[in-house]
């Protein structure tokens, strides 16, 4: 993994031994890891803690796990997240099922943990490629993560962190609107308590290292909303 802010993923399964093994498992492979116990729970944990990834068990208390892949979907925070549906249902018809209540993935049980774990890099780097280590290019800006590197129109950027995270962020999702909480949550992390105008001061820094060699200014600050690139 490289240094941008880990992938979150939410483990949801009622077995406490499964959520104790896969959490061990994905934390030694750097990712950041939430659980929850039903599918009650994962619709709340979503909403709350917005992951990037669900490993999502299919037989769940309360709350089947297609149900809960619905309202996941359905929802503002979970509408972005890939969610890999896990179940002993091996059949075309259940995988068929699965896929179709909005599940990004399916997986069997059982599962090697290895394949699991290369389902859900897979799936992250489709929604986070610089986690995966891949570079990215807009316009004429390049970022590669690999080697901490930001150049635009050729010229090399010399940004802080805080300014690489957040310029990969919005790098990672072209023309999409963030607001100030995302960003946070983004750049930041959940867990780190700080006013929303701090987006705007790196914001700011940002942008005037973008344009430092000329060039016309490529984030959009979007009224009432947030920031967007492109």
């Not at 993994?1 to 031994?17: G, H, K, R, Y």
């Not at 942008?207 to 920031?227: E, H, M, Q």
Request: aromatic share 4%.
């Amino acid at each position: 993994m490289s240094d941008i802010t880990a992938p979150l993923v939410l483990i949801v399964d009622d077995e406490p031994a499964q959520l104790a093994l896969l959490s061990y498992n994905l934390t030694a492979a750097g990712f950041r890891v939430a659980t929850a116990k039903d599918g009650e729970e994962a619709v709340l944990a979503v909403a709350e803690q917005g992951p990037d990834l669900v490993l999502l068990d299919w037989m769940l208390p309360r709350l089947s796990g297609l149900e809960a892949c619905r309202q996941i979907k359905a929802s503002r925070e979970g509408r972005e997240a890939a969610v890999i549906m896990v179940s002993a249902r091996s059949e075309e018809a259940d995988r068929v099922r699965g896929l179709d209540t909005g599940a990004d993935d399916y997986i069997v049980k059982p599962y090697s943990v290895a394949e699991l774990i290369a389902r859900v890099r897979a799936n992250l780097r489709r929604l986070r490629p610089v986690s995966a280590g891949q570079m990215l290019e807009v316009g004429d800006i390049r970022l590669d993560p690999d080697v901490y590197r930001v150049s635009r129109d050729g010229h090399d950027l010399h940004l802080g962190p805080t300014e690489f995270r957040l310029l990969a962020a919005l790098m990672e999702r072209p023309g999409k609107v963030w607001t100030r909480e995302a960003l946070l949550d983004r750049v930041w992390g959940r867990d780190i308590y700080i006013d929303t105008r701090t987006v705007d001061v790196h914001v700011g820094r940002l942008r005037k290292a973008l344009c430092a060699r000329g060039g016309t200014d490529p984030i959009r600050t979007v009224r009432g909303a947030g920031y967007a690139l492109g």
